[in-house]
């Protein structure tokens, strides 16, 4: 039985009419998709584990986009905003995270017909069927969703007609383990290790200031953090930077001449640029195994060719991509590409072999669906391990599903969107792509832009 025979009846016909869509996260996608529903007149519940919108943004709000305006506002909630007298920026102007966050989003979480159907630090543990884990057919897609929540007032079940997931994947980074699974030795040394992005420059200066740091991973989110730490060095003295990869070469973050988006152009030139002037050591070929505490430092073991190096340092940032967290989906039926847990008709027009963001072509609910008739994973979550998504790709997805959930088809088959132009976003300088390079997203994966 193919996917589309599995397709949810719409809400128009569905027996669960009196319930809401449930909406997993409160970032950029999650909201637009309640501002999709807000226009169809089609009732929502969003669950935000942070304890504020757009909680994964905020933790590297520091960081300026290399996106513009005009790609960073999704029509519904434009529309939405500007009938509540809400000017849009100017649209050349690229801002940081923080700004997206407070001349954006929390405008548009603060909306009345937004606000009044989301929930901060209300974290969903667990979808399923009320009544019906994985194993049970009949009935299946009349039966209610059931999401377990958590939060400060202890754990709550809630029923939903359907379901997006538009958590992200900011909180699941991937292992510094080449192999991908948690390396042996890193309980030990988690106060030496940080999330990607930190704010070198601001809040977390005396954590790098005049201290060596080993920075792993060969994306954006590393470039932006290796370019902050050399602007900390040159007024910090003492402070050294190294830079690990596990491929030959330095993978190529975009540096194309017809890149529409110059600020991400200029990215993989200031690096290399870096590297040049010994500014930033570059260890190249380097397959992390195992991680060792040395006091208040760690070192890394890993892998070099035929020999086992170490390197140590006072601080490891892991800017090696992300993953999306499955757990909470155990009893919901997925179908996923093996390689980058993509939605499998998705995976193969997002494969970061073979394109790059501006190459992705525009989908909707057709590419999204899963055996579980309405369940949708969108935005960065849909992209899987795939490095390539853009925030207005998300937005053209949750248009798409919410059409088709109000049973409006013509709507939600016409997925129409233009995307900037890019270059090569995650191949390296030998041709080798790499899915752990993050790309097109703001200087970060983690929003995407």
Not at 139 to 151: N, P, Q, Y
Not at 322 to 342: Q, S, T
């Amino acid at each position: 039985m193919t996917l589309v025979e599995l397709t949810a009846p719409t809400l128009h016909d569905n027996p669960l009419v009196d319930l809401p869509v449930a909406i997993i996260g409160a970032g950029p996608i999650g909201l637009a998709a309640a501002a999709n529903l807000v226009e169809r007149g089609i009732p929502f519940e969003i669950y935000e584990a942070g304890d504020r919108v757009a909680d994964s943004i905020q933790s590297w709000g520091h960081t300026r986009l290399f996106t513009p305006w005009r790609h960073l506002v999704d029509p519904a909630s434009r529309r939405l905003l500007e009938a509540a007298g809400w000017t849009h920026p100017r649209e050349d102007v690229l801002p940081t995270g923080s700004e997206l966050v407070e001349a954006y989003l929390r405008p548009l979480a603060a909306l009345p017909a937004v606000a009044e159907h989301l929930s901060t630090g209300a974290r969903v543990t667990g979808v399923s069927r009320d009544g019906a884990d994985r194993t049970r057919t009949s009935g299946r897609e009349r039966t209610a969703f059931l999401l377990r929540v958590s939060g400060a007032d202890g754990t709550r079940e809630v029923r939903a007609r359907a379901v997006i997931d538009a958590s992200g994947t900011y909180r699941s980074p991937n292992s510094l383990a080449s192999s991908g699974l948690d390396l042996l030795g890193a309980e030990e040394v988690q106060h030496a290790i940080s999330t990607a992005l930190p704010d070198v420059l601001g809040a977390e200066r005396e954590r790098f200031a005049a201290r060596h740091t080993i920075v792993v991973g060969a994306g954006h989110s590393a470039a932006n953090t290796l370019l902050a730490l050399a602007e900390l060095a040159a007024g910090a003295p003492g402070t050294t930077i190294t830079w690990v990869i596990r491929n030959s070469a330095a993978v190529r973050v975009s540096s194309a001449a017809d890149d529409e988006l110059p600020a991400r152009a200029s990215l993989g030139g200031r690096v290399q640029q870096l590297v040049a002037q010994g500014r930033v050591r570059l260890v190249d070929r380097f397959e992390i195994v195992r991680l060792r505490r040395d006091g208040e430092r760690v070192t890394l073991i890993g892998h070099r060719g035929d020999a086992l190096e170490e390197l140590t340092a006072d601080t490891v940032v892991n800017a090696t991509g992300f993953r999306p967290d499955l757990d909470l989906l155990r009893e919901i039926r997925l179908d996923l590409d093996e390689v980058v847990e993509a939605p499998r008709r998705l995976a193969p027009l997002i494969d970061p072999n073979l394109h790059s963001c501006g190459t992705v072509r525009p989908h909707g609910f057709a590419e999204l669906q899963h055996p579980e008739p309405g369940f949708f994973l969108a935005g960065m979550k849909s992209y899987g391990r795939a490095p390539t998504f853009l925030l207005a790709t998300g937005y053209e997805q949750v248009r798409s599903i919410v059409a088709h959930l109000a049973g409006d088809r013509a709507a939600a088959a016409k997925v129409e969107l233009v995307l900037p132009a890019t270059g090569v976003c995650s191949s390296s300088l030998g041709g080798t792509a790499s899915a752990s390079s993050s790309c097109c997203g703001p200087a970060s994966p983690s929003s995407c832009a």
